[in-house]
């Protein structure tokens, strides 16, 4: 327990400084027993402690980074993710998410080609027309599990800008069939002792058994995709695998299958969690917030006039867009991890070789020293004028970095385009004296559980 809680000096500024440790370890759990459903909100205490505080994790040592200046300079100067990332390396393979240094480096620009501007204003024809046909499927009145409803609407997007044609719509259902529990297993994974992933459990063999059958899936399509382009060197499917399919390294060779399979995993896992939560939540604050409902509904019929939004509309979509980023805001993800590299030292403190250092992005977003009254949910924070003199450390929720999410552009175009065109068309409402109550799965804050009943709207001058 000694070395567990042990103390790390430094100097700041020429007098001696001491890294806190977070109180209410216990013997051998240290805080372990801090996290449970809703680490986030033990994370939420730290910055009380001072700017970098200490925690007790069962075999890490781990420091948690509170101030948006120091999570700047801990973000862009340090990539390396550590062991706790490799732990999902089964499931995601060699893909940017996990790879570290030169790898991570040429894996970035690889991939950059497929999330140019003008690949996404392709792939937002994907998101409008899954937008539109979701919002044709509701019913008024109808009851709707909107997490559930939002997952879905994600997921079938995020395969769809992956995978185009009648092969790429089988791809995408198996995708579809398998990813929900593969990801449910895999927070499990990441979140439990290493030691645990080595035993012949019935989880452990039912995950590699779907990350088997995740191949399978892929194998296909990489094939046909491969085949098009030796036939036909001018063919362009339109979709992100397309772009992986023919990008090309510093020395003219393309990426191995295994590497696009990788590639395409990490962003169906990372893409599909992130956009669907994004806009559950939405949702849910639009409804707590009528005034708001109200403003952007005013908006929507302006620029859209009941019409799906589309990506030429996008700059015309003020309030949509600063609604996204004030949501990204209140539920951004709970952790990100870099690894403390020999000889580092952060904000006067010298940190130790091999140690986690830990940044949860919302409880910085929470945090009423980063940004005024933080419970309130307010899209006019984004507004130019309010986010001047903002530390860069202070909206985290794509990363920062060289670590940046290099599909932040796509989510936030998808999750725009598609909550104009609900929104455009149906007014969600909550059950009297509902409150969603929130547990952490995997890397992201998500509700128990959001019912919502949906209601029709009337726009005027709107066909039909």
């Known amino acids: 327990m000694t070395s567990l809680l042990s103390t790390v000096r430094g100097r700041r500024a020429g007098v001696e400084s001491t890294v806190p440790t977070a109180p209410g370890a216990l013997p051998f759990l240290g805080h372990w027993h801090r996290f449970g459903s809703t680490p986030h909100r033990f994370l939420s205490t730290l910055s009380a402690h001072g ?89 008024d009145g109808a009851m709707l599990a909107v997490n559930e409803e939002m997952h879905d609407l994600a997921l079938r997007t995020v395969a769809g800008a992956l995978f185009s044609g009648e092969l790429g719509e089988i791809t995408a259902r198996r995708v579809h069939r398998l990813l929900p529990e593969v990801m449910t297993l895999l927070a499990r994974r990441v979140t439990r002792p290493a030691w645990l992933d080595r035993l012949p459990t019935r989880g452990n063999r039912r995950f590699v058994a779907l990350v088997d059958q995740l191949k399978d899936a892929t194998a ?50 990372g893409g599909t969690e992130a956009i669907g939560m994004t806009a559950t939540w939405l949702l849910y604050e639009l409804a707590r917030n009528p005034e708001i409902e109200r403003a952007l509904h005013a908006e929507l019929d302006e620029v859209l006039g009941g019409r799906p939004a589309e990506f030429a509309d996008l700059p015309r979509l003020d309030l949509t867009k600063r609604l996204v980023l004030e949501t990204l805001r209140r ?85 725009a385009l598609q909550i104009a065109t609900l929104c455009g068309r149906w007014r969600l409402r909550l059950e009297p004296g509902f409150t969603a109550r929130e547990t952490v799965i995997g890397a992201l804050v998500h509700p128990k559980s959001l019912p919502m009943r949906v ?8 066909e039909g």
């Open 220 to 269: 296909d399509i990489i094939a046909a995709y491969r085949a098009d382009l030796a036939a036909d060197p001018a063919i362009d499917h339109g979709d992100l695998l397309d772009t992986l399919i023919r990008a090309r390294d510093e020395d003219g060779a393309p990426l191995s299958d295994k590497h696009v399979h990788d590639e395409l995993v990490n962003f169906l896992v």
């Open 51 to 139: 700017p970098v505080v200490r925690v007790g994790i069962p075999g890490y040592e781990t420091y948690v980074v509170t101030e948006p200046e120091l999570i700047r300079e801990a973000f862009t100067g340090l990539s390396d993710q550590g062991s706790m990332i490799e732990r999902a390396e089964l499931l995601l393979g060699g893909g940017v998410t996990v790879v570290s240094g030169a790898t991570h480096r040429r894996s970035r620009r690889l991939i950059a080609p497929a999330f140019a501007k003008a690949r996404i204003a392709q792939y937002a024809t994907v998101m409008t027309a899954m937008g539109r046909a979701r919002a044709d499927q509701w019913r």
């Open 455 to 462: 209601e029709a709207r009337r726009v005027p001058g709107a």
């Open 331 to 415: 539920y951004s993800p709970w952790l990100t991890v870099r690894h403390v590299p020999a000889g580092y030292e952060l904000g006067g403190y010298p940190l130790p070789e091999g140690a986690m250092l830990f940044v949860c992005p919302i409880a910085v977003h929470r945090d009423p020293e980063v940004h005024a009254d933080p419970d309130r949910f307010d899209p006019d924070r984004w507004l130019p004028e309010a986010t001047a003199g903002m530390s860069r450390g202070a909206h985290i929720p794509f990363g920062m970095g060289a670590r940046q999410c290099p599909g932040n552009v796509f989510a936030l175009t998808q999750v």
